[in-house]
């Protein structure tokens, strides 16, 4: 029960990227639901669609519980990336510890397989996570992209791990970015 009460803190952990309303930014508990419900509907799209889907959407609904203790690492914040992995291995280890240790241990291993992002399961997981804040930026009209002064070339070389877990939803992706910029959503 005191994991259940502590993983309740994740809603107040406010990420960069908006919710498609435009109003506020998405906190990271709706970021990890919203990605989880992708899982489900895109799973034909990924690169093994026969992929064992409780796992990917387990995967999905515990990748950010870290940001409980690490906060969000804005994605192309290049000197808070520096620190990130130190600081959400400290976090996965303490949160993940208020568990019985089968259930920490098994959560644990889940994260570490995304963040390794070699398997299967990880990069279809992986592929949803970088997709979804580019589907939410381009409903935006590029908020978040024009207040943090992200350009197209960022935005391309920090998302490959898409294209590894589903080619076309690379594809919807890169088609997304190119409309952005022909839409003065993002610059080039």
Known sequence: MDFIVEVDKLKQ????????????????SEHSWHI???????????KHPDINLFKVVKMLLIHDIVEIDAGDTFLYDKQAQKNKHKNETKAAKRIFNLLPKD??????NLWDEFE????PTAKYAKALDRLQPIINNYHTNGKAWQQNNVKKHQIEASNTDIAKGSQTLWEYATELINKA????????
Do not use: D, W
Request: no cysteine; aromatic share 4%.
């Open 13 to 28: 952990i406010q990420r960069q990227t908006y919710t498609t309303t435009k109003n506020r930014h998405e906190n990271s």
């Open 36 to 46: 989880a419900l992708m899982a489900i509907i895109l799973q034909e799209y990924s």
């Open 103 to 108: 259930q920490a241990t098994n959560l644990h």
């Open 116 to 119: 390794e992002n070699q398997t």
């Open 181 to 188: 910029i022909t839409q003065n959503k993002l610059k080039e």
